[in-house]
């Protein structure tokens, strides 16, 4: 089945990055990508430009996007691969849900931060905000400058307390893309699993039994973030998943204040599901 996938841009090389990861993951499977950029400008400002400047602002941005798509088309070269693009003037989060309802889309592929790359901040204001309202399509967030690697070991931490069912069809997806292992991380804060929590465990199990899949317990030695980031580096794991869900862990790093450093860095590709309930 064709993908349709979706890849924000701000022209940065941030963005660049993370389009040319999405090739590559996606190099044999038959894909239409689409580059969309944002051109909303405040009312404000509008009221202070001429129309013919809005208008020449849209044909730059046009361009832009024109070029990008010959770029990707010349470094791609990929039969499989066909490319489209989308200049909006919506905010880029309804530019996002917009092309997605509009194009079935089945992921967004997008780079940490942008233009402004603000120092000791992992995460910019507007991967921020798509990752908190994000609740139509899987994002995965892919870290500056990162180079492309196979992804044979996918991580995913869960503290038991949910039952899990379709919210993890894109795990599923990455794994069969080749082959990979999923590595099932629990931080233990229990002398003992919650008899919820077992059950939980038991269907996960039940529900990953046609993949390659492990259980792994690490202890709770202060912050979540360290001992994922030691799980992450210590398996060798190319992608970390996780499901975005009302007091998540994914909620508590969202949270933090832009301007502060956010102890959360994943060194690889982060791939947030938003949750179906």
């Known amino acids: 089945m064709k993908k349709h996938i979706l890849l924000p841009t701000d022209f940065s090389d941030n963005a660049w990055s993370a389009a040319v990861y999405a090739l590559k993951l996606y190099a044999d499977e038959y894909c239409t990508f689409y580059f969309l950029h944002s051109s909303q400008l405040k009312l404000s400002s509008m009221s202070n430009m001429s129309n013919k400047l809005v208008r020449v602002m849209a044909e730059n941005a046009t361009k832009e996007l024109t070029e990008l798509k010959s770029m990707a088309e010349s470094t791609d070269a990929n039969a499989n691969h066909n490319f489209e693009i989308i200049l909006s003037s919506e905010d880029m989060l309804d530019a ?5 309802n509009k194009h079935n889309i089945d ?9 402004t790359k603000a120092k000791g901040v992992f995460f910019g204001s507007n991967t921020i905000h798509i990752i908190k309202k994000m609740k139509l399509c899987p994002i995965l967030i892919v870290p500056d400058e990162f180079d492309f690697i196979t992804p044979k070991q996918i991580a995913f931490p869960t503290d038991f307390n949910r039952f899990y069912g379709d919210e993890l069809i894109p795990l599923k997806q990455f794994a069969d893309l080749f082959n990979s292992k999923i590595r099932i991380i629990h931080i233990s804060t229990e002398d003992q699993l919650t008899e919820a929590q077992d059950y939980n ?3 996960l199990k039940a529900y990953l039994q046609d993949y390659p899949h492990t259980f792994h317990w690490m202890s709770d030695y202060g912050k979540k973030e360290e001992a994922i980031k030691d799980f992450v580096e210590e398996l060798d794991i190319n992608i970390l998943t996780m499901i975005n869900y009302e007091h998540s862990f994914i909620e508590s790093i969202i949270k933090e204040p832009i301007i502060k450093h956010i102890g959360f860095q994943p060194t690889v590709p982060f791939l947030v599901i938003p949750c179906v309930n």
């Open 96 to 100: 996002i849900e917009t092309a997605i």
């Open 107 to 115: 992921l967004v592929v997008m780079g940490t931060k942008g233009t």
């Open 201 to 203: 465990l038991a269907m």
